[in-house]
DNA sequence: AAAGAGTTTGACCAAAAGGTCAAAGTCACG
DNA sequence: CGTGACTTTGACCTTTTGGTCAAACTCTTT
């Protein structure tokens, strides 16, 4: 097994190769709708091959989460306690929005795994994820305190950013079918800093 | 083949029975996350049975999507032209808000089918659905024009109206871990009036 | 109560899919 | 340039899964 000694050339070709393939079809079609041979043919490798990498298909989805849930959470992680409070909340929402638009298989992997109960994840979700949150959140209430933003209920002011600004990369065929020849993010950026400008301003 | 005449008491009961059960299955593990076994036993039918009253897996997924379509578009369409414009938004939020506290499984299924790109109900997105939308975007637009509500842009609203609301039916296990003990419909209602209130208010 | 429509099932089939393995091929390095 | 480590693959195995079918069973109706 390719491991314990440093990493071949070849292996950190494959296996990112393997990742990015990952990333295309179990974004588009989750863990059960993907198949080994599709992301081996995506990655440009035979299953076997494949399978020398990453020993399964699970194996390949969870260091695919485990890999971009950090990326993930970043923009939250940069919430600034010493910033200027509405211009930190729109910068966040902004970073958001910029992911949805630039990560959108990113987005939808982690979409799937969470509509579907987020079997494989939901421990990170009571852990870090709640931990970080936590933390922001007191930052918020403290904000709100200090009478520099309205009052609102600081975890439902996150979940309101994740999902108005994620909409746009999981719902992505609604909002295009819905909108026509109209690019979403056209109006989106606009749009949703309005709403948390209004929303928030003290 | 159970078609033509009139449906048969035990026609009745059994095709109720599959649908409910396929509900619960196709929501919880998505299309190709669920088989038809499960669904069978879920029904309390053998698997030959249950293809006696559909003649495959997808007849049922899209028998399903079809039938709940319906329902969920009923909210938006309630939304009357003659009403005071605030309220009737403020109504509508309401409504979706009950129906993703009511009806999560349902929610989790429609989620599901888009976030992979909505392969079986495309066209009812850019059909049906986009008619709606867009009628209804024209009254917005109008109420906005007549200075009864802030102006926003009338789809980029009515997304957020379902995004806010469906997050908490589609990432339930995320908005719960993260929360802890606390219910989340214990604050999501005033939290969703406030943000609609204070992004339209005039 | 008999007949025919409607219902149920065990046994079965073929295809798809995850995974294994031994053998062959390639690469890095002394 | 040879040797051992690393890489690749064709063939194969097993399980899962969607679906079929003929035979048996039950219900309704006359």
Redesign the interface.
């Known amino acids: 097994m390719p491991q314990e000694r440093a990493p071949t050339r070849i292996q950190i070709k494959n296996r990112a190769a393997i990742l990015e393939a990952a990333l295309e079809v179990f974004s ?6 993907s198949t080994v041979d599709q992301i081996a043919a995506a990655a440009g490798l035979s299953k076997p091959n494949l399978l020398y990498y990453f020993a399964s298909k699970e194996t390949i989805y969870t260091a695919l989460l485990e890999r971009l849930l950090d990326t993930w959470l970043d923009p939250l992680r940069a919430l600034d306690p010493g910033g200027e409070p509405l211009e930190e909340i729109l910068a966040y929402v902004r970073r958001k929005l910029q992911m949805s638009r630039d990560l959108p298989r990113e987005s ?1 992997l982690f ?2 795994e ?5 079997p494989r994840i ?1 421990a990170a ?2 852990g870090d ?2 931990v970080l ?2 933390e922001k959140a007191e930052v918020i209430r403290d904000w709100i305190a200090a009478g520099k933003l ?1 009052p ?2 600081p ?6 950013i ?3 600004t ?3 990369a ?2 992505d ?3 295009r ?4 020849d ?1 690019d979403p993010f056209e ?2 950026p ?3 800093e ?2 948390f400008r ?2 928030l301003q003290a």
Chains 1, 2 share one sequence.
């Open positions: 588009a079609h989750g863990f059960r709708g939808r979409a799937n969470i509509v579907q109960g987020a939901h979700l009571s994820l709640k949150v936590d309205a609102v209920h975890h439902h002011l996150i979940f309101s994740w999902s108005l994620q909409h746009y999981d719902f065929v609604q909002v079918a819905v909108l026509g109209e109006a989106a606009e749009f949703v309005t709403v209004r929303l």
